[in-house]
């Protein structure tokens, strides 16, 4: 699964067939209720995604950490250099 999402615009779920799902109220790039909506939606879904990361990206687009072993390292990383 591949997530992006944009200021003023929304998060995108594309599963392996291609299927989108888009999340209004869930964006990125600052720090208010949208981008927390994101950090939410992510880690319910198994992502564990910094809030850090989202705030600061202005957009984004990752793989679930199930399929990317790699980036799942860098995720725990990324997670102890942020407060929240």
């Known amino acids: 699964m591949v997530y992006s999402c944009g200021y003023n615009q929304y998060l995108i779920l594309t599963d392996s067939y291609r299927n989108q799902l888009h999340l209004t ?21 198994g992502f564990k995604v910094p ?20 980036y799942h390292q860098l995720l725990k990383e990324l997670d102890s250099k942020y407060i929240y």
Request: aromatic share 8%.
């Open 51 to 70: 809030m850090g990361f989202i705030v600061s990206a202005k957009t984004f687009s990752i793989s679930h950490p199930d399929n990317d072993p790699e």
């Open 25 to 45: 109220g869930c964006t990125c790039g600052y720090d208010g209720t949208g981008p927390h909506g994101t950090h939410e939606a992510l880690n319910i879904l």
